[in-house]
Nanobody, 119 residues
Framework: QVQLLESGGGLVQAGDSLRLSCVAS????????IGWFRQAPGKEREFVAD????????NYADSVKGRFTISRDNAKNTVYLQMNSLKPEDTDVYYC????????????WGQGTQVTVSS
C-alpha cells in the first residue's frame, strides 16, 4: 500500500515562494494520478492541482493558475507543488493524494503540511 508524506510547508510573507514535496513509500507513484488539495479549519477541502502519469497532463484550480506549478519526478517517487506569488488566502493545510486513472476519487492521502502566508 502506497503511503504519502508531504513536506515543505511553513510560514512565509505575501509574494514569497514555497515548494511542497509529496514522497511515496511502500510503492511507486508510477501510473497514479497525483493531486494537491488544501483545506482550512471549518472549510471544505479544495482541489489545487493534479498531474497524470502518461501523458503528463496537468490541471489547476483557477485560483492558482499562473502561480502554482505541479510536477513529478518518477525516479524519486516524488511530486512537487511549486507555489509562487503566495497570497494570505493561500493559507491552508496542503494535502497530496493519489488515485488510479480508472478511479473516480482520490483514495490515498497524506497527513498534510501547513502553509501560512502573512500579509
Amino acid at each position: 500500500q502506497v503511503q504519502l508524506l508531504e513536506s515543505g510547508g511553513g510560514l512565509v510573507q505575501a509574494g514569497d515562494s514555497l515548494r511542497l514535496s509529496c514522497v511515496a513509500s511502500g510503492g511507486t507513484l508510477s501510473r497514479l494520478i497525483i493531486g494537491w488539495f488544501r483545506q482550512a479549519p471549518g472549510k471544505e477541502r479544495e482541489f489545487v492541482a493534479d498531474i497524470n502519469w502518461i501523458p503528463t497532463t496537468t490541471n489547476y484550480a483557477d485560483s492558482v493558475k499562473g502561480r502554482f506549478t505541479i510536477s513529478r519526478d518518477n525516479a524519486k517517487n516524488t511530486v512537487y507543488l511549486q507555489m509562487n506569488s503566495l497570497k494570505p488566502e493561500d493559507t491552508d493545510v496542503y494535502y497530496c493524494a493519489a488515485r488510479l486513472p480508472i478511479a473516480n476519487v482520490f483514495n490515498i492521502w497524506g497527513q498534510g503540511t501547513q502553509v501560512t502566508v502573512s500579509s
